[in-house]
Nanobody, 121 residues
């Protein structure tokens, strides 16, 4: 079955950087659409970035120019490089996967990990 395990979260000061990683297993990794979404207490879930199986990327406006999503197919790993972090970026970040590239547009992924906390102060 599909397993997604995030790592790399933590606490950082405003303006700092973090890189999240997501180790994927249990499916044909390079055929899937992958993404990161976040959820903060009292706020709606927000898809931060997505990458389709051909490498096409999408970002929510709030993170454009600051976050970069990438995937290493050889390592079955998804990354989210986050720079110029702001307190508004504070949230639980989840890795997600879906067999369809439509997930990059809809933000609806079939699978997700347990999440990793990012706190910016």
């Amino acid at each position: 079955h599909v397993q997604l395990v995030e790592s790399g979260g933590g606490s950082v000061q405003t303006g700092g950087s973090l890189t999240l990683s997501c180790a994927a297993s249990g499916y044909t990794y390079d055929t899937y659409c992958m993404g990161w979404f976040r959820q903060a207490p009292g706020k709606e879930r927000e898809v931060v970035a997505a990458i389709e199986n051909d490498g096409t990327t999408n970002y929510t406006n709030a993170v454009k120019g600051r976050f970069t999503i990438s995937r290493d197919k050889a390592k079955n790993t998804l990354y989210l490089q986050m720079t110029s972090l702001k307190p508004d970026d504070t949230a639980m970040y989840y890795c997600a996967a879906d067999a369809s590239n439509l997930a990059a547009i809809t933000g609806l992924f079939d699978y997700r990990g347990q999440g990793t906390q990012v706190t910016v102060s």
